[in-house]
């Protein structure tokens, strides 16, 4: 097949849906994949109210941030709140922790990870359901630290 045949029939894909296209000409294979993208839409202006909304809502986020150290996932797995499924939590919502305190596992490529509190306080959230997936950065625990 000729460079300026591939160069055509690129060229006619282009304006089409068409992502695949498999071609055999005089025992000679030629094969042309395009992912497919699709129009970026164009977001109606918005009123000033929800952008006055949403720096409120981030406003009082900083506050509770503020009030709570929040424990996050320093890696990516499962979470489990006991070592073990007949065990029982290894904490619960309104439990006092120390600075070191195992909080929960993290299992990663079969290894358990314990990941322990940073300070001396109270759990006041679980953010993560037992045997759900984390993310890296997920937030797992609010705790309001000891004064």
Known sequence: ??????????????????????????????????????PSFEAAPSTVRPVVEEIKATKEEA??????????SPIVGIFHRAPSPESPPFVEAGSSVKKG???????????????????DGIISQILIENGHPVEYGEPLFRIEPMS
């Open 1 to 38: 097949m000729e460079l300026n045949e591939i160069r055509n029939l690129i060229e006619l894909l282009k304006d089409t849906d068409i992502t695949e296209l498999q071609i055999e000409k005089e025992g000679s294979k030629l094969k042309i994949k395009r992912e497919k993208f699709f």
């Open 63 to 72: 506050v509770v941030e503020q009030k709570f150290v929040t424990i996050t």
């Open 101 to 119: 305190q195992v909080l929960c596992i993290i299992e990663a490529m079969k290894l358990m990870n314990e990941i322990e509190s940073d300070t």
